[in-house]
């Protein structure tokens, strides 16, 4: 961190209690998706397992979230749907920001005609409306959790990449770097000791960001059919849910836990991100 010292940035952070709240119920989350096969047996997935349970069961002592109408566990879905999630959120912005970074970093660094095409490239992702592109790209690619981060971090790499743009064509007008230049430095060596690092931060914050942007796509695409059959995600929870008739049948407990679940790791992601941009970034800090 460049900006600001690890102890100034642990105190910081420490001191929002917003991102403290977000950053424990990841902790949660991230705990209950690890633990999940010593939390739930994965045979209350199947619908084969379960014929002896009773179908559209209420929450009880023999169940806790109630059952659906296959007769299988719904808090078994909501644990190992917690693994998917995340999964494809975290592995998409991964990706996401590899690729936002390394276009913006080039581009902003190299400028004159790699510039201008990299930026040109990136205006053609933008116009294009995300969801569409994400829905026609998933039909396309088939179902399938790699398919979908695939498709994720091909649609959501533009806005990182320009504000990684915006972030180096700062940087590299500065009085060090013509100084590390005039001193004979490649330009590897500039941009790998003097650009990256003060762009770091950003990446980062931008990261976290991305998450919940990942998750919230993933849980569409499944809603929607083009996620992956085999593997049980909040978001297939609430397409089989809503295929099923759970919210005509009242049946809240089918689709009420994956719906909060989402929302409670969206929001924690927001919160922590949040927290990272305002605390690195020295023009929010000073407000």
């Given at each position: 961190m460049t900006a600001v010292s690890r102890a100034d940035f642990l105190r910081r952070f420490r001191r929002d209690r917003l991102a403290m709240f977000g950053l424990a119920v990841l902790i949660l989350f991230a705990l209950m998706a690890i633990l999940a096969p010593v939390l739930v047996d994965d045979d209350a997935l199947s619908a084969v397992a379960s014929l002896d349970n009773p179908t559209w069961a209420s929450p009880s002592g023999d169940f806790l979230l109630?059952?659906?109408?296959?007769?299988?566990?719904?808090?078994?879905?909501?644990?190992y749907g917690s693994r998917v999630s995340l999964f494809v959120g975290l592995m998409a912005t991964i990706f996401t920001i590899a690729i936002g970074s390394i276009v913006g970093v080039v581009a902003g660094f190299a400028g004159k005609?790699?510039?201008?095409?990299?930026?040109?490239?990136?205006?053609?992702?933008?116009?294009?409306?995300?969801?569409?592109?994400?829905?026609?790209?998933?039909?396309?690619?088939?179902?399938?959790?790699?398919?979908?981060?695939?498709?994720?971090?091909?649609?959501?790499?533009?806005?990182?990449?320009?504000?990684?743009?915006?972030?180096v064509l700062t940087v590299k007008e500065r009085?060090?770097?013509?100084?590390?230049?005039?001193?004979?430095?490649?330009?590897?060596?500039?941009?790998?000791?003097?650009?990256?690092?003060?762009?770091?931060?950003?990446?980062?914050?931008?990261?976290?960001?991305?998450?919940?942007?990942?998750?919230?796509?993933?849980?569409?695409?499944?809603?929607?059919g083009l996620g992956d059959p085999t593997q049980a995600s909040w978001g297939?929870?609430?397409?089989?849910?809503?295929?099923?008739?759970?919210?005509?049948?009242?049946?809240?407990?089918?689709?009420?836990p994956a719906g909060l679940g989402i929302v409670a790791v969206v929001l924690a992601f927001t919160l922590f991100g949040r927290a990272l941009e305002e605390i690195l970034d020295p023009r929010l800090r000073e407000r």
């Open positions: 109630g059952t659906d109408h296959l007769g299988r566990s719904v808090a078994a879905q909501f644990v005609w790699v510039d201008a095409a990299l930026m040109r490239l990136t205006d053609w992702f933008l116009v294009i409306p995300f969801l569409p592109l994400a829905i026609v790209l998933a039909a396309v690619l088939g179902r399938g959790i790699w398919n979908i981060i695939f498709v994720i971090s091909i649609t959501s790499w533009p806005s990182t990449a320009r504000l990684v743009r915006a972030q009085l060090y770097v013509d100084r590390a230049r005039a001193l004979g430095a490649s330009q590897l060596h500039v941009v790998r000791r003097h650009v990256l690092p003060n762009v770091a931060p950003l990446i980062l914050a931008s990261a976290t960001l991305a998450v919940p942007i990942s998750i919230l796509t993933e849980t569409t695409l499944a809603f929607l297939k929870t609430l397409e089989e849910a809503f295929q099923a008739g759970a919210i005509s049948r009242g049946a809240w407990w089918y689709y009420l």
